[in-house]
Every structure is written in structure tokens, then in C-alpha cells.
């Protein structure tokens, strides 16, 4: 075969090559299309990340580090060109180019924006040399000015007029948001100082008393007693860490019931019956320790001959169940009933806080659950799960712990 024949065929199986090539990458790039949606699901995908991306930054206020990166993500949401973000102070943050000259321009028109709690436009303003147009919508928190945002684009149509003001309107919603996360955070806190409280008057007077008694009489155990209040009080009184493990509450329940025993004396008797699986679980701090006290202080201080108090810790699959039992003197149900409604706690502070903390916690359905009556005793249960972080609860290889503190057999 000519030489010139053979290089004609080579070049068509070439060709023909070439063109089985592009027709697979056409259909692998027309798959890849229709996995990643149509045109319109795609934009709303990006609008939804870009949304998602901004809203970490937003809810912190848009001061520092956070305003830029919340000003770089709603700048590409919009489409604008260059995009201020202005706080309730007026300091204004700049995502894009010329900030410097866009800063005054941005302070006039969040002001007026801000001034009239509508979208403000402005066309044919001079920078650098080059003429741009602007809308301005203000962030309004209910009657609230929280700032501004100012889109500078040329020219600003009717459809970037509403999508700044749509946009305004959701950042709004993400610093209430924070705002509202802020106010929660407070409020654990302070239920928290109000456990503190209710531990620091009543109990130290009497830890104190007890103490001193033994100072005389057997001052080995005065020793062993201060040292027992010592690790109460720090555990009680700690500063850091809004959780803690069903272990560590149950260590500092151990001091406090030594320091009530050195009161009561074998008027108060105790019972712990402890699943060793639910000893890592994760619990609100000050959740267990205020139900013990309450027992001891309202069920079992006001009965002659005191009584026996019962602390369980059951391992029930996903969750672990605690409960503190006392039988003592009740609680008339009416004045529970509106303890834990949020009315006047009185007395059993602990119980309407505790029950608050849970509900705040691990949802509704987590609340404390009380079954008690005057001259009945009081049963008092809560139910977390053990699946939480720093929780590594085993599986079920060991029976539970029963143990009786004063050596009788336990219930």
C-alpha cells in the first residue's frame, strides 16, 4: 500500500479517535450538568451556602474579623460591586475595592436609610474618578436600628433595590438570633448563681456548726469534715464549665451527705444504687446535687426521726435515668404544680431550676418528673441522654452499684 495511503487511514482512525473522544466528554459534561441540577436549582444552592456562610458571622455583630467575612459573602450574594456593612455605631466595613473613599459615602447613606427604615438610593456618585450608584437598607430589629448595609453597584436596578432589603431584613433575624443565644446564655448563668445561692446560706451556716462540734470532741473527725467541705465548695463554687459528668456530680453529693450526716447523725440514712455505665455521662452542672439537697432539706429536716434518701442511676439503652427518693414530708402538689409552672419557687428553688436547665438542655420532654404528697415522700426523676460530647458511656457489662451509707441492706 502506498506510503501516502497509509498516512490518510492512520489520520481518519485518528479522527474517528477524536471524535468518539469529544462525544463522551459532551455526555460525561451534560451528566455532570444534570447531577448538580438545572441552572435555577444550582443558584439557589449558592445563595443558600453564601446565606449559611455569612450567618456565623453575622450573629456575633459586625465588628473585626467577622464583618469582613460576612460582608465578603453577602457582596457575592447580591452581585454588587463593592459592599459596606455598618454597625450600630457607625463603623463601617468595606468588602471590595476603593474602601477607603466608599467608608464616608456608605456613613452618609446608612444614615439616611437608617432614618427613614426604608431602602435609599442614591445614583451618580463621584469615586476615584468613576461615577457608581448605590442602595442603602437599614437593619431594623424590631424598633431597633442594628445598622446598615450599603450595595454600590453600576448601575443599581430595581432587582438589587429589593435583594438589599430582603437581604437586610435576614440579617436582622441573624442578630436577633444572637442576641436571643446571648440572652439564653445569661440565663443559664444566672439559674446557676441561684443554685449557688440557695447552697450558700442554709448549708455552710450548718456545715460550719457541725464542724465546730467535732472540733473538741473527735478532732480527727473535725479534719476529715473541713476537708469534705472544702471539696464541696470548690466543686459547687467552680467558675468554668456549664456541664459536667453524673461521676463528678455524685462525688460532690458524697461530701455534701458526709457534712448533712455530721448533722443529722442516724437521723439521715442513704442509699446509692449506680449503674457504673452512666457514670461518664454528661449532665448540666448542678443538676443531681440540688434534688439531694432539697430532699434533705424539705423532705427529711422537718420529720421527726429523719429518714432515707435513695439515689439511683440506671442505665436504660440510650439514656440514663436518676432519680432522688426521699420519705419524708411531701410536697403538697398544688405548690409544686406552680413551682414548675414558673411560678413562685418559695423554698424549692432547686427543683424549678434544675427542671428549667433540662427543659433548655434536652427539650421539653426532658423535664423533671415528680411524684410526691404531704406525709408521702418525693420521688424526683430526669432522663438524659448518655450520646453527648466528652459522654463515653460503655455497654452494659457490669450489674449496677447498690451501696447503703450506713451499712443497712439497701431498698
Request: some cysteine; overall charge negative; charged content about 20%.
Amino acid at each position: 500500500m502506498p506510503e501516502s495511503m497509509l498516512l490518510a487511514a492512520s489520520a481518519g482512525v485518528v479522527a474517528g479517535a477524536l471524535a468518539v473522544g469529544v462525544v463522551l466528554l459532551l455526555r460525561r459534561l451534560v451528566v455532570a450538568q444534570r447531577e448538580l441540577g438545572t441552572d435555577a436549582e444550582q443558584a439557589t444552592y449558592q445563595t443558600l451556602h453564601l446565606a449559611s456562610r455569612a450567618a456565623a458571622h453575622v450573629r456575633g455583630g459586625f465588628d473585626g474579623a467577622d464583618a469582613a467575612r460576612a460582608g465578603r459573602s453577602l457582596r457575592t450574594m447580591l452581585g454588587c460591586e463593592s459592599l459596606a456593612l455598618i454597625d450600630p455605631a457607625g463603623l463601617v466595613t468595606v468588602d471590595g475595592d476603593s474602601a477607603d473613599e466608599l467608608r464616608e459615602v456608605a456613613t452618609g447613606l446608612a444614615l439616611a436609610a437608617r432614618s427613614s427604615g426604608k431602602p435609599h438610593v442614591q445614583r451618580r456618585i463621584a469615586i476615584n474618578g468613576r461615577e457608581t450608584d448605590a442602595v442603602a437598607a437599614p437593619i431594623l430589629v424590631g424598633d431597633r436600628s442594628a445598622g446598615a448595609i450599603v450595595a454600590f453597584a453600576s448601575p443599581v436596578r430595581a432587582g438589587l433595590v429589593r435583594a438589599t432589603g430582603e437581604v437586610a431584613s435576614w440579617v436582622a433575624s441573624q442578630v436577633e438570633l444572637g442576641e436571643l443565644d446571648a440572652s439564653r446564655a445569661a440565663l443559664a448563668e444566672a439559674e446557676v448563681r441561684a443554685l449557688r445561692a440557695q447552697i450558700s446560706p442554709h448549708f455552710i451556716y450548718n456545715a460550719l456548726n457541725a464542724i465546730a462540734s467535732f472540733i473538741n470532741t473527735d478532732p480527727a473527725k473535725a479534719r476529715e469534715l473541713v476537708l469534705e467541705f472544702a471539696d464541696f465548695t470548690r466543686y459547687s463554687f467552680r467558675r468554668h464549665g456549664d456541664f459536667t459528668t453524673v461521676a463528678e456530680e455524685l462525688r460532690s453529693i458524697d461530701s455534701y451527705l458526709e457534712l448533712e450526716r455530721a448533722r443529722f447523725g442516724e437521723r439521715l440514712r442513704v442509699t446509692l444504687q449506680v449503674a457504673p455505665e452512666v457514670l461518664s455521662t454528661v449532665v448540666p452542672f448542678l443538676s443531681i446535687q440540688p434534688l439531694v439537697e432539697n430532699a434533705v432539706r424539705h423532705g427529711l429536716e422537718a420529720k421527726e426521726g429523719g429518714g432515707r434518701i435513695t439515689i439511683t442511676a440506671a442505665d436504660s439503652g440510650a439514656f440514663a435515668e436518676i432519680s432522688v427518693e426521699d420519705d419524708g414530708v411531701g410536697i403538697d402538689p398544688v405548690v409544686l404544680e406552680e413551682v414548675l409552672a414558673g411560678g413562685s419557687p418559695g423554698e424549692h428553688v432547686g427543683l424549678r431550676n434544675v427542671d428549667a436547665r433540662l427543659r433548655q438542655v434536652y427539650g421539653e420532654e426532658h423535664g423533671l418528673v415528680v411524684e410526691t404528697n404531704l406525709g408521702a415522700g418525693t420521688l424526683v426523676r430526669m432522663r438524659v441522654p448518655k450520646s453527648q460530647p466528652n459522654s463515653t458511656a460503655g455497654p452494659n457489662q457490669h450489674p449496677p452499684i447498690t451501696a447503703s451509707r450506713d451499712g443497712s441492706p439497701a431498698r
